[in-house]
């Protein structure tokens, strides 16, 4: 046994260490197998010294046996068997996992090349109970005064928590996708000030046309909302840890590779992660797409005004149609019936209208669009055929969901030219033809007026309001006046799949 008082020269390298280097003193070294220290080999006792003196948990495992000395800070690692451990061979102090580090001691003997691992996994059995830990650890080669490996140089610390912490964050986070994965709205989980996507569900994916977002940032996948501002923004709420909330926000998407940029209404809310030290490690966003929402109570809203519109217009249409009826007849019994089937046929189309109001148009439904122009045309016509009305194109069916707007456009133009153009004299011409072109169906509508200068109206009125509105905002087409002295000329361009679809 050596003390304190008892070290000498030979014997220094044991000064220090604590209560370990304590124990390394007074064990009974002369009973066992690695003999008294002061025989010691210089390479294990600079080894020893070096690791008495470390902060960091170090052992040694020495000669054929791996005899197992450590410092003070290694010590809590083979808990209950500190300090049995001492001086004991590593393959004793740890049958438990032998079955890993064993055959990596044995590599470093044999080769003398270092090794070293991070997160082992050690099924230790501590206080009777085997348990999952983990490990950060390395072993690296002591060589003897003749060159050879005489021993194993050990340091590592335990890792169990943090990787039991990182499992169930990871299972956290594998729930949330779960549930997210579910949720009908856009759903995402942003990270760090870089807004690295970390959760993502189908339904943001489908909102923003891409896949694979998961490890990337907003502004490698969405570079286009970043130039609309949304990047700022999400600065700002990570910065300021203060949530957004967003109405109906206009953002352009380009949902495909190749295809056009898409305008669309968003509400959306950004809220700051705030960790338990108060900072802000992330965002969570929720999205809706209310495009089409928008665009529905639009329209209801244009509808109703039609609706409103349409009565005013009634008694006028009425007026125009006893006063051109009457033009036309020999007597009142002509006059009658004739003023009776054009007052029908006006109640028949009102009726189609009506419907489109109210949201009873069937969209399972297909109309041919000849039969809807003639259908709006039937109640102006002077006589059957009217000469002064000229319909043709190709047959082509409309879907539901389209005929509601084609019906307004096409009935406000009728009743315009009713009242104020190619309709409203005896001798107006009126020629509607239509046909597939580009991809897009382009209808052109045109009225001539001979011996009257026609002029461009002062305003817009709402009938022309709504019929544009239905044709760009509805139907994704385009409407163009072009006011001639003799008429006017009217071209309606709507994409193929906005007319059929159902």
């Known amino acids: 046994m050596l003390s304190m008082s008892g070290v000498?020269?030979?014997?220094?390298?044991?000064?220090?260490?604590?209560?370990?280097?304590?124990?390394?003193?007074?064990?009974?070294?002369?009973?066992?197998?690695?003999?008294?220290?002061?025989?010691?080999?210089?390479?294990?006792?600079s080894?020893?010294?070096?690791?008495?003196?470390?902060?960091?948990?170090?052992?040694?495992?020495?000669?054929?046996?791996?005899?197992?000395?450590?410092?003070?800070?290694?010590?809590?690692?083979?808990?209950?068997?500190?300090?049995?451990?001492?001086?004991?061979?590593?393959?004793?102090?740890?049958?438990?996992?032998?079955?890993?580090v064993g055959p990596q001691f044995a590599r470093v003997l044999e080769t003398g090349e270092g090794f070293s691992t991070y997160d082992q996994m050690l099924p230790m059995v501590?206080?009777?109970?085997?348990?999952?830990?983990?490990?950060?650890?390395?072993?690296?080669?002591?060589?003897?005064?003749?060159?050879?490996?005489?021993?194993?140089?050990?340091?590592?610390?335990?890792?169990?928590?943090?990787?039991?912490?990182?499992?169930?964050?990871?299972?956290?986070?594998?729930?949330?996708?779960?549930?997210?994965?579910?949720?009908?709205?856009?759903?995402?989980?942003?990270?760090?000030?870089?807004?690295?996507?970390?959760?993502?569900?189908?339904?943001?994916?489908?909102?923003?046309?891409?896949?694979?977002?998961?490890?990337?940032?907003?502004a490698e996948v969405l570079p286009e909302v970043i130039d609309q501002g949304f990047g700022d923004l999400l600065d700002r709420v990570f910065a300021d840890r203060e949530p957004h909330v967003g109405r109906a926000v206009p953002v352009t998407l380009?949902?495909?590779?190749?295809?056009?940029?898409?305008?669309?209404?968003?509400?959306?809310?950004?809220?700051?992660?705030?960790?338990?030290?108060?900072?802000?490690?992330?965002?969570?966003?929720q999205a809706t797409d209310v495009t089409e929402q928008h665009r529905a109570e639009e329209a209801r809203e244009l509808l109703l005004h039609e609706m409103n519109h349409r009565v005013k217009n009634l008694f006028a249409v009425?007026?125009?149609?006893?006063?051109?009826t009457a033009r036309a007849s020999s007597s009142v019994d002509e006059m009658s019936e004739a003023l009776r089937g054009r007052l029908n046929a006006l109640a028949k189309a009102h009726d189609l209208i009506r419907a489109a109001v109210l949201g009873e148009v069937r969209h399972d439904r297909e109309v041919s669009l000849r039969s809807l122009v003639e259908s709006i045309l039937e109640p102006y016509a002077a006589a059957k055929p009217d000469p002064r009305i000229a319909v043709g194109g190709e047959n082509f069916l409309l879907g539901g969901s389209s005929v509601t707007s084609f019906a307004l456009i096409l009935h406000e133009l009728a009743t315009n030219a009713a009242k104020y153009g190619a309709l409203s004299v005896p001798d107006g011409r009126l020629s509607i033809r239509w046909k597939m072109s580009d991809g897009r169906l382009r209808l052109d509508w045109s009225e001539t007026l001979p011996k009257v200068v026609v002029k461009p109206p002062a305003a817009q009125g709402f009938g022309s309001k709504l019929a544009r509105i239905s044709a760009t905002g509805q139907l994704g087409g385009s409407i163009d006046f072009d006011w001639q002295p003799d008429g006017v000329r009217i071209a309606l361009a709507v994409p193929e799949e906005r007319c059929v679809s159902s």
Not at 12 to 19: D, I, Q, R, Y
Not at 57 to 77: F, H, K, M, S, V
Not at 258 to 263: N, T
Not at 318 to 324: D, E, N, R
């Open 126 to 218: 501590r206080q009777g109970v085997r348990r999952e830990t983990y490990w950060n650890y390395s072993f690296t080669a002591i060589r003897g005064e003749d060159g050879s490996v005489v021993g194993v140089f050990n340091q590592g610390n335990e890792t169990t928590a943090a990787v039991l912490a990182r499992r169930q964050a990871e299972a956290e986070i594998a729930r949330l996708g779960r549930m997210f994965a579910q949720a009908p709205g856009a759903v995402a989980v942003l990270r760090g000030p870089a807004h690295q996507f970390e959760i993502v569900n189908s339904a943001y994916e489908r909102l923003v046309g891409r896949h694979d977002l998961v490890g990337r940032t907003v």
């Open 318 to 324: 009425a007026a125009g149609m006893v006063t051109m």
């Open 47 to 100: 080894a020893l010294s070096i690791c008495l003196h470390s902060s960091f948990p170090t052992a040694i495992y020495w000669g054929a046996e791996l005899r197992l000395l450590y410092n003070d800070a290694w010590a809590p690692i083979p808990a209950e068997r500190h300090p049995w451990a001492l001086g004991r061979p590593g393959g004793e102090v740890w049958a438990d996992i032998w079955h890993v």
């Open 254 to 285: 380009l949902r495909t590779a190749d295809g056009p940029a898409e305008r669309r209404l968003l509400d959306f809310v950004y809220q700051p992660l705030i960790d338990s030290a108060g900072d802000c490690s992330g965002i969570f966003v």
């Open 8 to 45: 000498t020269g030979d014997t220094a390298f044991l000064t220090g260490g604590g209560k370990v280097g304590a124990l390394i003193r007074e064990h009974r070294w002369a009973d066992a197998p690695l003999g008294e220290p002061v025989a010691w080999p210089q390479s294990l006792r």
